[in-house]
């Protein structure tokens, strides 16, 4: 597939051949369920006439349907463009299709969509990741330029990680979340999801920056990165060895040579090592689902999508909500109402809130020697369908990408290799707040040396 930077040079008349191409791509490709128009059976949405770009089923694109995967918002048509879809209209793209997803972006397999699986590109019985996995699965693939996609908690890194392509979470506040559908407003980011690091560049350019809807949204001017691209930049990098020693021998072997690699660019490399991520997992999902049962509770089948039966409001929001939610949503919906409870919140939330803060310091104690971390991504490569995974196993995907959320931090997931299966390896470079720049420059070096 033609590259985000190739296909921005090219002259109108070919945008629209090249539309044509891609809509056939995505047909041939049509049982990997990476595009929910696909698996409706509804030909594939389109939006203006730029270069065509692959959106999460989270972002609002209007006068499209929106549904964040779920039956909760079948029917449910967006009033208005999210701020990413005006400023990608603003410099030449324009969404074409949206991209399959984990229900309300619960998951890291893509298995719980009210559409259906979307399956991975590499192996077609193995999970693409998720919950941003058919938005990754289409890049990889090589039926979508580049897409969009959102990370609360690694959805963005590890889909991309599993199926061999780019991904980044910019910093928080970074990119405007007016538009995208909340799923725990302190850790949402929309991020690009690319073949290649210079594209993401490209793509993050396009959408970041301040936004006045969003009282998130950080008020500092921002500066393109990809004009400054520069892979010779040296940097002082920390690699996490605790975390790499935690992950499958294949995905270790193919991260310490990629620490190789960095050295023998001539990186600084500083060996570290950070606290126990099963903290960091615990903390996550006390406070990600306490911002989702906050948050979901506007999904009461009067303002948006799908309504249940019911004699009065009561049974209506009980009828609504019972059938609308897939299991997942329900198990964290649940979660969350219990540890906000009067008697719970000090126990669990305010624990979580100040776990939090510990693990921000912690990445901030290293960030004052070090201008990158290098972490892994994934534990391990992609997994099998049905693999018999229980929640628990399934939150621990995302061992390693979930401290980044809740550190506020910039982190990028690039291919560095194949472990068990052939399937692709990825590794996380974390930056400071604000610092895109330098995991750009440093993700550019490393994809460029291990050509
Ligand atoms: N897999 C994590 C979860 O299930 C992260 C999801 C995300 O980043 N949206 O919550």
């Not at 259906?116 to 693409?128: A, E, H, L």
Request: aromatic share 10%; with cysteine.
């Amino acid at each position: 597939m033609i590259t985000l930077k190739d296909a921005l040079k090219l002259p109108k008349e070919e945008i629209k051949n090249l539309r044509d191409e891609l809509r056939k791509k995505i047909d041939e490709n049509k049982a990997l369920g990476a595009y929910v128009e696909q698996l409706t059976g509804e030909a594939i949405n389109e939006y203006g006439d730029g270069v065509p770009l692959l959106i999460k089923d989270n972002i609002q694109v209007k006068g499209w349907s929106v549904t964040s995967a779920s039956k909760i918002l079948q029917g449910y048509v967006a009033p208005y463009n999210a701020t990413v879809i005006d400023n990608l209209l603003k410099v030449g793209l324009s969404p074409f299709g949206r991209a399959n997803m984990d229900e309300f972006a619960m998951g890291s397999s893509t298995e719980t969509s009210f559409y259906g699986r979307t399956r991975n590109p590499r192996n077609p019985s193995c999970v693409p990741g998720g919950s941003s996995g058919g938005s990754a699965a289409a890049v990889a693939g090589g039926f979508a330029i580049a897409a969009l996609g959102s990370d609360t908690g690694g959805s963005i890194r590890q889909p991309a990680a599993f199926c061999g392509c780019v991904g980044l979470k910019p910093t928080y506040g970074r990119v405007s979340r007016y538009g995208l559908a909340s799923y725990s407003s302190s850790l949402d980011q929309i991020g690009p999801i690319t073949q290649n690091v210079e594209d993401c560049a490209i793509l993050f350019d396009a959408i970041a920056g301040f936004d006045p809807k969003d009282s998130t949204s950080f008020e500092r001017e921002y500066q393109k990165s990809a004009p400054k691209l520069d892979a010779n930049r040296k940097f002082k990098i920390a690699v996490i060895e605790n975390y790499i020693d935690q992950t499958n021998p294949d995905v270790a072997k193919a991260l310490w040579e990629s620490v190789k690699t960095l050295e023998k660019e001539g990186h600084t490399i500083v060996r570290k090592m950070m606290g126990d991520c099963a903290h960091h997992v615990a903390t996550y999902y006390v406070l990600a689902t306490a911002e989702a049962s906050a948050n979901y509770s506007r999904y009461d089948g009067i303002r948006y999508g799908f309504r249940g039966e019911g004699k009065d409001l009561k049974e209506i929001y009980s009828s609504t909500r019972s059938q609308g939610f897939g299991d997942e949503v329900k198990r964290r919906l649940l979660l969350g109402a219990f540890v906000l409870s009067s008697g719970y919140y000090e126990a669990y939330y305010r624990k979580a809130q100040k776990t939090r803060k510990l693990i921000s310091d912690e990445f901030a104690t290293i960030h004052k020697e070090c201008d990158i971390i290098f972490a892994p991504v994934s534990p391990t490569v992609a997994f099998e369908f049905d693999s018999g995974k229980t929640p628990l196993e399934m939150y621990l995907s995302d061992i390693f990408t979930i401290s980044v959320n809740l550190a506020g931090l910039p982190a990028i997931s690039l291919p560095i290799g194949f472990g068990a299966g052939g399937l692709p390896v990825g590794a996380q470079l974390i930056a400071k707040p604000f610092d895109e720049q330098a995991i750009f420059d440093a993700a550019l070096n490393l994809e460029k040396a291990l050509k």
